[in-house]
């Protein structure tokens, strides 16, 4: 998603990774873990892609608006019946009690200024949820294939949060796991593209016990990493 209009060349990528049940779940308990019993709030999908996790959230009870710059995106969640923004210059003041972002900052150019304006959106007390690629080393063709500029350290993370004047409460990283095998898929060569029967047998098996050890690698290595703010 470099900047905030483009056409997103990794579809095919966030088709198959629908189908990471354990993935999914997680990242949707993790966003709703924020809400703070506020189910009625409003909540904002920054890069809805094709909708997965605002689905998900919805049959939660949650009302989600999606802000999705692909005009073929846009088009299926408006179909799917939310509320779609075109870019973040759309975006009001104190409008959102939650806005999170899954796997889409790396897709940004000038991500400090996304986050700027993902401050103001939010409401006194309202949360930020990003979710990122983490390790630059495990930079591989898939990365190039999606136009992924980077990824992430906790260090940038939290550069980020305090060039927005936003309140860091939780800076970690998750599926260590998922670092060794995003290691390999480097180091062999992916071409690119996500195999569906490798994400599905990782998702069956590795992805439960890697969740396991986060509380113990969660300061140090993962394949992902979290910044969770507050305004």
Known sequence: MSKTTFAYTGCENLEVMADADNYNNFLVELVASQLNG???????DFGAGTGTYAKMLSK??????CLEPDASLQKALKKDGFNVLKGS?????????????????????????????LQ??????????IYVPAYQILFSS???QVGHFRRYRAKRLRMMAEHAGININRLAYYD???FFAAFAYRLFGGGGVLNPKSVRLYDKYAFPFSKTLHPVT?????????LVAEK
Request: overall charge positive; cysteine-free.
């Open 218 to 226: 969660k300061k140090f290595i993962g394949k992902n990493a979290i």
């Open 120 to 129: 103001k959106a939010l409401k006194k007390g309202g949360r930020l949820v």
């Open 38 to 44: 506020k189910g009625s709030g409003k909540v904002l």
């Open 176 to 178: 260590p796991i998922g």
């Open 142 to 144: 898939m990365d190039k």
């Open 60 to 65: 939660k009870g949650v009302k989600i608006d």
């Open 89 to 117: 210059n759309e975006l009001k003041a104190n409008t959102y009690d939650l806005i999170y972002s899954l796997n889409v900052f790396e897709h940004i150019e000038d991500d400090f200024a996304e986050v700027a304006k």
